[in-house]
């Protein structure tokens, strides 16, 4: 068991955490959720020896504890999955599982002894993976099992879980909470830290909730529907998650597309797009949404014809984006936006011609900057930070800001809200709604269901790089979306 | 010691004699041949490897023009001349000379603890091994033509204290540190000694290159308002002193580099002021332990030879003033 | 505490010039030494300044020295071909040749970089050593010699005269004028903007439809066109090329000076202004090595270290 008491913990002024108390206890399913900056990523760290608290107290087993190595805490029997995996990629599986613990043989490793421990690890979570391979070669729900693996030949009695779900497909995620279910059955404790509140009513025996660095409340099961857990988060109740949609029929046509292939992932996509409409995209992991979106924009090579109100659309991303389609991609801190430059900096990235010819104007980028600020509620201190300081939600509105400074026609949102809060999410439906209230033409591509049903007007549905759906109205559900995104297999429930 | 010029005359001599001797006995001559034999059969090409340091500065550029030159000069040899940039490249040269199989070696060794081991096996496989400038740390080579880099600096020194009349202020400009450099300034700084009244108010580094020589120098110049004169551990070195004290109208201040240069030769020859005399190092020096190896080698009877030949020679360093300059002065030389 | 951080060099420049002041202020303060500190430094310091922007652009350069010796020898022979009598004319000749076969040369690694897909410090591995290969053939290994006894090397050493002996020469005004033309390109234009926003992070570059390759041709582009300058300048100053040991280990100078400046080897960021402080202040330790009259041997010991010092007094504490 282990215990934190009156846990502070201070950067510089700011207090990420004031007087925090958990108490994770082997056999349970700890659920630890809160908004973006509420402190979960910073009591994790505290708990996993990465960071020393400035005040408070850590037991393990009754024992006071104070962990000053990741090493010490995992020594300890903790261990932590992190969301973005801490597996060595050109190393294998076995040579991961035993990273930095190798048995040894006259000073050498001793191969034989790390195999049966990786093997004997894979087992115990139900890997699949040949454990000679590289972790590079694996896909990513594969690398997460062989990092709990490596939890597991550590002995470890207590398994955190920062967010494991956030990057896996939603069968790898159903199969990942039957495993931390099993883990449970087998005596070890879980901490859980999800922004779905779904997972966490499944699994979750305890439900702690922070905000702003304090524990608001703890609940407990089965006690946990979203809608009780959604508003102590916040701590506000939630408006309408979804905005009202508009009445699209009948509206011009804003974007048609006809034919466009870029294999292999994407193939003979072809639908039209109405001026104020949103369109959703769903499909499971490797439909070919992303690849989809990129194809229209120009960020890979396609063939195919795309015309923008009667135009037609081609060349490079540039001149597709001159000509009104912007694409917000998915990843913000790889792919969406520099987050080392500012945050002016960044909102005139995509339109560095239009504040610089031929010498930059800061004014003028600073008024776009602080006008979108108004506009999006951007909540910053200055237009000079860094963009990475930010919170997820308010990045997000820098990289919606950073390509409708171009005032695009047609706007390719890819997973807008991932890795967003709650609160921060309905506000980014509401961006969405008021632009295409503007007239603009929006295309949603998500992994989140219930997102796609509350926002779009009308969803198509993607398998194996086609479009093999097409769902509007009432039926809108997730039934009959996996219908058409898995084959006709019936989609199975989280619980 | 033996005056250069005296070598060079007595080789001539030497190789001629051996041309004649031989022609007239060649059935003899391979029938003699030793077991380990480095000499090539009657009538076979004489193969010999060349390993010099690469053309890192106007010296080493001097040994290779001249190594090239003397190739010319024996088209009935078989001479490869490889150039290396560090000791360690220079003993995989080397070795891959043996591979290929040499009669003999000219080796201007890079550093002489590094390349003497594999000098040695070139000499335990019967390879005729001369060893030019810079010897080797066991006397496995059959003629070592030594050069005299402690006598650069002391020659320079004795004319400097001569000149000054035994008082003054002079600058000693080094080259990059390595064991020339420290014989050459050692070899000047123990010389000046002996005359109190010169005093050496700065050591600044000029790399071998004129323009570090002419930075330094121009560095050094307004804090030294009484200099007198700058000697140079190189030729190079000494033509960036000379651009220094022109530009700071310095021209009182006078120069003595060494090694050769062409240049700097014509300069002492012309009674140029600010260049009294210099001194010799002559990157020829490579072209003499050519001309031995081949003379040795060609036409077998290498071990009659032996005892013609010399087992160590030091080249010495000739002061050279507008007396004797036209003797040192190589026009065609690039350096 | 801000500006600490972003112009810690400028500050750590005065410290040192201070030391220097106090250790020696009879010779280290004559204005004729403070501007030889510059004019000694012009070289490398146009290669820095070209530097800063390679790396700010996510690349790096190691065939700069290699590459100003091979424009320059290529300018000396063009220059030599006209004759004694060329005049004007034949230096003209010398000074666009020279120039513009350094811009080709880094336009050349540009494309290598891009076009060829090979690491920069690969592909400019490659011209460290065939640029300099090149102009040891040109030159057979030794030195080349202008024909032009006069009028060629005004462009080093000529200028302005500020009374005195003291003079602000051609070559220290190209390098101002090129630092200052390339502060305004990376802090004032589209294409400056572009530079950081591909070494800060080229992948969301490419998401945000800049023109990636094109933006780091041009950083190479730029830095040839700067090193050709410096070639220009070298071989003015002592009229003549030496082809054996002109600008070796320049390019390890000019990085040197880039990271004092505080910019980031791995893109992004560094400030051109910053950059020239840096080479001011490895100017200042050469300098006062020598007018020290500190052993050789320990000269590097005492440069390593002072640099050292420079990159760890700027480095950025983290927060969290």
Not at chain 2, 132 to 142: C, L, Q, S
Request: proline residues 4%; contains cysteine; neutral net charge.
């Amino acid at each position: 068991m282990v215990e934190a008491q009156g846990i502070t913990h201070r950067f510089g002024s700011f207090a990420a955490l004031t007087s925090v108390n958990l108490r994770l206890q082997v056999g349970e399913i700890h659920g630890l959720i809160g908004e973006n900056g509420a402190g979960k990523s910073t009591l994790l760290r505290i708990l996993s020896g990465l960071i020393i608290p400035s005040e408070g107290e850590l037991s393990v087993d009754g024992v006071a504890r104070r962990f000053a190595r990741p090493r010490e805490a995992s020594d300890a029997g903790i261990a932590v999955v992190h969301q973005e995996l801490n597996l060595i990629p050109d190393l294998t599986v076995i040579e991961n599982i035993s990273l930095g613990r190798e048995p040894r043989r006259a000073g050498l490793l001793d191969r034989a002894a790390m195999r049966e421990i990786a093997v004997r690890a894979l087992e115990r979570v139900g890997s699949p993976s040949d454990p000679d391979a590289l972790v590079r070669d694996l896909p990513l729900a594969e690398q997460q099992l062989v990092e709990i693996a490596r939890a597991m030949s550590q002995n470890a009695r207590i398994i955190i879980f920062d967010e494991p779900t956030a990057v896996l497909p939603r069968p790898a995620t159903l199969k990942l909470l039957d495993l931390m279910r099993q883990l449970k059955s087998e005596g070890v404790g879980i901490a859980f830290v999800s922004h779905h509140l779904d997972e966490i009513e499944a699994v979750c025996d305890v439900v702690t909730v922070l905000r702003d660095g304090q524990v608001v409340k703890e609940f407990h099961a089965p006690d946990l529907a979203p809608e009780v857990l959604a508003p102590a988060m916040v701590g506000r109740d939630l408006e309408d998650m979804y905005p009202a949609r508009t009445e699209v029929n009948g509206k011009p046509v804003a974007m048609q597309v006809q034919g466009l292939s870029a294999p292999p992932l994407v193939q003979g996509a072809q639908f039209e797009l109405r001026e104020g409409e949103i369109l959703g995209v769903a499909g499971l992991v490797g439909a070919g949404r992303t690849e989809l979106l990129e194809a229209i924009a120009g960020l890979r090579p396609c063939s195919g014809q795309i015309s923008l109100k009667g135009q037609a659309v081609s060349g490079n991303a540039r001149r597709r984006l001159a000509q009104g389609i912007a694409y917000v991609p998915e990843d913000r801190k790889v792919t969406g936006l520099h987050v080392d430059l500012s945050i002016e900096e960044n909102i005139g990235m995509a339109q560095l011609p239009k504040f610089a010819r031929p010498m930059l104007n800061a004014g003028a980028r600073r008024a776009a900057t602080e006008a979108w600020k108004e506009r999006l509620d951007i909540k910053m201190r200055s237009a000079e930070d860094p963009v990475g300081s930010l919170s997820g939600g308010n990045q997000q509105k820098v990289a919606l800001a950073k390509w409708l400074e171009g005032d695009p026609a047609v706007l390719l949102l890819d997973e807008p809200t991932r890795g967003v809060d709650i609160g921060a999410k309905a506000e980014i439906y509401k961006v969405i709604a008021d632009l295409a209230a503007e007239g603009r033409a929006c295309v949603v591509a998500s992994s989140e269901m219930p997102e796609l049903i509350g926002l779009c007007h009308r969803i198509l549905v993607m398998r194996q790089g086609r479009i093999v759906g097409e769902v509007t109205g009432t039926e809108m559900t997730e039934e009959t979306i996996l219908n058409y995104a898995a084959g006709v297999e019936t989609g199975e429930d989280v619980a | 010691m033996i005056r250069w010029s005296a070598i060079a005359a007595s080789l001539l001599a030497a190789s001629t004699l051996f041309v004649g001797c031989t022609s007239s006995s060649a059935p003899t001559a391979s029938g003699a041949a030793p077991a380990g034999g480095a000499a090539p059969a009657a009538g076979q090409k004489v193969r010999i490897g060349v390993s010099i340091p690469s053309a890192t500065h106007g010296w080493t550029a001097g040994v290779n023009w001249w190594a090239e030159q003397t190739k010319a000069l024996y088209p009935d040899a078989e001479i490869t001349i490889v150039t290396s940039d560090s000791p360690s490249k220079q003993v995989s040269d080397i070795e891959a000379m043996l591979a290929k199989g040499v009669d003999g070696m000219v080796i201007l060794a890079t550093e002489s603890a590094a390349i003497t081991p594999v000098a040695k096996t070139a000499k335990e496989r019967g390879v005729y091994v001369v060893s030019v400038d810079r010897g080797f740390t066991e006397p496995v080579a059959d003629i070592f033509l030594e050069g005299d880099n402690i006598g650069f600096g002391r020659v320079a020194a004795e004319f400097i204290s001569k000149k000054l009349n035994g008082n003054g202020k002079v600058i000693a400009l080094q080259g990059l540190p390595s064991t020339v450099n420290t014989d050459r300034l050692n070899g000047f700084k123990e010389a000046i000694k002996g005359t109190p009244g010169i005093q050496i108010v700065a050591e600044p580094e000029g790399g071998w290159n004129r323009d570090q020589a002419y930075k330094a120098v121009q560095t050094l110049l307004p804090k030294h308002a009484d200099l007198a004169a700058v000697w140079a551990a190189d030729d190079d070195m000494a033509l960036g002193v000379e651009q220094a004290l022109k530009e700071a109208n310095r021209t009182n201040v006078w120069i003595v580099g060494g090694g050769g240069m062409k240049d700097v030769v014509k300069k002492v020859m012309d009674k140029d002021a600010m260049f009294p005399a210099t001194v010799t190092y002559s990157p020829n020096m490579i072209a003499s332990g050519i001309h031995m190896a081949v003379s040795a080698l060609r036409d077998g009877n290498i071990d009659k030879k032996r005892g013609y030949l010399p087992r160590h020679m030091r080249i010495s360093v000739d002061l050279v003033t507008p007396e004797n300059a036209q003797q040192f002065y190589f026009p065609d030389s690039i350096y | 505490m801000k500006f600490l951080k972003q112009y810690g060099v400028i500050v750590a420049f005065f410290l040192l010039f201070i030391v220097s002041a106090i250790m020696d202020p009879g010779n280290f303060l004559r204005p004729e030494n403070l501007l030889l500190l510059v004019r000694q430094n012009v070289d490398i310091g146009l290669i820095a300044v070209g530097m800063t922007i390679v790396i700010v652009a996510g690349g790096i350069d190691l065939s700069v020295g290699a590459l100003m010796t091979l424009a320059a020898a290529v300018g000396l022979t063009a220059l030599n071909q006209q004759g004694p009598a060329g005049g004007a004319a034949a230096v003209a000749i010398a000074t666009v040749v020279t120039v513009g076969l350094g811009t080709v040369l880094g336009l050349i690694n540009g494309l290598l970089v891009t076009m060829g897909r090979l690491a920069p410090f690969v592909a400019t591995l490659c011209g460290l050593v065939a640029f300099r290969s090149l102009a040891l053939v040109i030159g057979q290994a030794g030195e080349i010699r202008s024909m032009s006894p006069d009028l060629f090397p005004r462009i080093a050493n000529e200028g302005i005269n500020l009374g005195g002996n003291l003079k602000l020469t051609w070559g220290m005004m190209i390098f101002i004028g090129m630092a200052v033309i390339a502060h305004i390109l990376l802090e004032r234009t589209a294409l400056g903007r572009g530079w950081v926003a591909v070494g800060s992070n080229e992948k969301a570059s490419h998401y945000a439809a800049l023109p990636v390759a094109k933006l780091k041709t041009l950083s190479y582009v730029f830095l040839g066109l700067c090193s050709g300058l410096a070639g220009l300048i070298y071989a003015s100053r002592l009229n003549s090329v030496s082809t054996n040991n002109m600008g070796t280990l320049y390019e390890l100078d000019a990085i040197a000076a880039v990271v004092i400046g505080g910019a980031s080897l791995a893109g992004g960021k560094g400030k051109v202004i910053n950059t020239v402080f840096g080479v001011l202040i490895l100017a200042l330790i050469g300098n006062m090595l020598v007018l020290q009259n500190v052993d050789s041997n320990w000269k590097g010991f005492v440069k390593g270290a002072i640099i050292l010092l420079a990159v760890m007094v700027q480095r950025e504490r983290k927060a969290s």
